[in-house]
């Protein structure tokens, strides 16, 4: 009887985590996207291409992509196939693709 009880609790816990990651959604506020924006127009990057990788909001980048600081903002970005991705710099993970 403990020995289902034990089963029984990790799998709560195990489908508790999963739905706190699904919830750790990143949002850019308003006043942040425009300064990426604005700083994105003055300071263009060449496009790269990256064969084989599907570039969606939660993609994680491969190390080789060059990430590029925007001042006072704690994202980075870079150019994919003409389109500006936003990154999370710690996870590498794409947060907002910028058309």
Same mark, same amino acid.
């Given at each position: +009887?403990? +020995?289902?009880?034990?089963?029984?609790?990790?799998?709560?816990?195990?489908?508790?985590?999963?739905?706190?990651?699904?919830?750790?959604?990143?949002?850019?506020? =308003?006043?942040?996207?425009? !300064?990426?924006?604005?700083?994105?127009?003055?300071?263009?990057?060449?496009? !790269?291409?990256? =064969?084989? !990788?599907?570039?969606?909001?939660?993609?994680?980048? =491969?190390?080789?992509?060059?990430?590029?600081?925007?001042?006072?903002?704690?994202?980075?970005?870079? !150019?994919? %196939?003409?389109?500006?991705?936003?990154? %999370?710099?710690?996870?590498?993970?794409?947060?907002?693709?910028?058309?």
């Amino acid at each position: +009887m403990r +020995m289902h009880l034990t089963a029984a609790a990790a799998g709560l816990l195990l489908l508790a985590g999963i739905g706190v990651a699904a919830a750790d959604t990143v949002v850019i506020q =308003p006043e942040q996207e425009t !300064v990426i924006k604005e700083y994105v127009k003055k300071q263009p990057l060449a496009s !790269v291409k990256l =064969p084989g !990788v599907e570039l969606n909001v939660g993609t994680a980048l =491969p190390d080789t992509v060059e990430l590029h600081e925007v001042p006072n903002v704690k994202y980075r970005y870079t !150019v994919i %196939d003409n389109r500006t991705v936003v990154v %999370d710099p710690e996870t590498r993970t794409v947060i907002k693709i910028i058309e």
